[in-house]
């Protein structure tokens, strides 16, 4: 009961010491503010990146050419073979025949083209499509699959493929690079903000040693009032996130320049991240204060 007492005294004096200090705490609720519209901007880009690099990934496919003379039992031969390699994860076959069938469907002039060639005249192939589980083992993949016997020729698009994973995976950490340095800026800011409130106070905070008030007695209120700062401070921050990114969802459909890029659907998707600012501005905001007060609790 005694805790709950203190805690309960605890946030009355830090919502005390919020409103008697409206200026300075307008000031760190500004800054918490400001800092955290840019982290928000930061973790949306930052998933974005990642899921785009994810579909891409999903897409990335290794198509197996068969020898012409490959038969049914060396179809199926390639077929456990490509099924007992590890990374794979799924695959589909297709016969020739069904190949030139799928391509007079698209197209008339390959429609009179294809229908006067025999199968022997034809240069198309049966072939395995090839989705993987790591696509960062692709190339590995593929060089297994080429080894087999009755396997013609393997593409996946090999130079370009290794440039775009290495890419992505830049762009993955570089995004992320960004928004910890901006989470370590934010509370770098906040804790010269508050130290300028707690300053203010080192009066306060001396009478309250000298009545032999306790460290953690001390401190619990300033960093009650860090949390509420950091509450404030998420404001904006959350109603930008949720009412701008879904009208910037809306705004271009669902994609980005193209179809190929496609941004995540808003729900809930933005009540996650508006969950991860208000968290990182309670957190940012406490450790801020104990930061800053534990200055004049040395002895």
């Not at 077929?79 to 025949?97: A, G, L, P, R």
């Not at 229908?115 to 993987?132: C, G, M």
């Not at 450790?287 to 800053?292: F, P």
Request: with cysteine; charged share 20%; hydrophobic share 45%.
């Amino acid at each position: 009961m005694k805790l709950f007492r203190m805690l309960g005294r605890s946030i009355r004096d830090a919502v005390k010491s919020v409103v008697r200090n409206f200026s300075l705490s307008l000031a760190s609720i500004s800054c918490i503010t400001i800092t955290l519209i840019i982290v928000a901007i930061a973790i949306m880009a930052s998933y974005n990146v990642q899921n785009f690099t994810k579909e891409i990934e999903r897409d990335m496919t290794i198509v197996v050419f068969l020898d012409n003379d490959a038969t049914e039992t060396d179809v199926k031969d390639i077929e456990e073979d490509i099924k007992s390699i590890s990374n794979v994860d799924k695959y589909t076959f297709q016969s020739k025949q069904e190949v030139k069938e799928m391509m007079q469907a698209e197209s008339d002039v390959f429609d009179t083209v294809l229908k006067n060639w025999s199968d022997k005249e034809s240069p198309l192939k049966d072939t395995f499509q090839v989705k993987v589980k790591d696509v960062e083992k692709l190339k590995q993949t593929a060089v297994k699959i080429q080894a087999l016997d009755k396997v013609a020729v393997v593409r996946y698009g090999s130079g370009m493929v290794d440039k775009m994973i290495a890419a992505f995976n830049q762009v993955e950490k570089i995004t992320y690079g960004i928004v910890i340095a901006l989470i370590i800026v934010t509370v770098f800011l906040i804790i010269n903000t508050i130290k300028l409130t707690i300053s203010a106070r080192k009066r306060e905070i001396g009478i309250m040693r000298l009545v032999g008030a306790s460290n953690f007695t001390i401190k619990t209120p300033f960093i009650i009032e860090g949390m509420i700062l950091g509450i404030f401070g998420s404001i904006v921050p959350v109603l930008i996130t949720m009412y701008g990114y879904m009208a910037f969802y809306k705004h271009f459909d669902g994609y980005l320049y193209s179809q190929i890029i496609q941004l995540i659907k808003p729900e809930p998707f933005i009540y996650q991240v508006s969950l991860s600012v208000i968290v990182i501005g309670i957190i940012v905001g406490m450790i801020g204060s104990a930061s800053a007060v534990r200055k004049y609790l040395k002895v």
